[in-house]
């Protein structure tokens, strides 16, 4: 069906991604800790997106106009606490955020901060993320349902056993 073909698409480009990240991952250094920032709202116009150290504010990092589908590279920061707000693209960096979320960033660890769902009901995700790469001859890929339409779907090819059910 319609529907079954293109979480086969998605999933294969997903898969691509998937591989692209896990050689694209950076040098885990033990003492620091990673984020990247994803928005996956597909009717949330651009925002601006903060990422503030609640140790030491000084060390925030803003990254401006990111839109619908961005996924940025991994950055090193210390571990620590960091509150990463939303704010529309080109508001003040006082004003409100939209939305905004704290994640508690250990050394060695690897996080996404995934804007999601609807705008009318946009939420942060955190997502901790395995950058070991797997063993010789095997694919890691991380499914996640980006599609606001489908409440859960399975991933996988075509008349084979799903590589994932139920993915919400």
Same mark, same amino acid.
């Given at each position: ?62 990254? =401006?106009?990111? %839109?619908?589908? /961005? @996924? ?8 620590? *606490?960091? +509150? ?49 790469? =797997?063993?010789? %001859?095997?694919? /890691? @890929? ?8 489908? *409440?859960? +779907? ?15």
């Amino acid at each position: 069906t319609f529907h079954r073909r293109v979480v086969i698409l998605v999933a294969a480009v997903g898969a691509a991604l998937g591989l692209v990240l896990a050689v694209a991952a950076p040098a885990m250094a033990a003492d620091q800790a990673y984020l990247r920032l994803a928005h996956l709202s597909p009717d949330t116009p651009k925002v601006d997106v903060y990422v503030a150290s609640v140790a030491d504010p000084g060390k925030s990092i803003v990254v =401006p106009g990111v %839109g619908y589908g /961005a @996924v940025s590279p991994y950055r090193p920061v210390a571990p620590g *606490s960091y +509150v990463v707000s939303m704010r529309a693209a080109g508001a003040p960096k006082d004003s409100p955020p939209v939305i905004s979320t704290t994640v508690d960033a250990k050394a060695g660890q690897a996080y996404t901060v995934a804007g999601t769902g609807l705008s009318a009901s946009l939420g942060l995700t955190v997502l901790a993320d395995q950058l070991d790469l =797997p063993p010789a %001859g095997k694919a /890691a @890929v991380r499914c996640i349902n980006g599609a606001v339409s489908a *409440s859960a +779907v399975d991933i996988g090819q075509a008349d084979k056993q799903p590589w994932a059910t139920g993915v919400k």
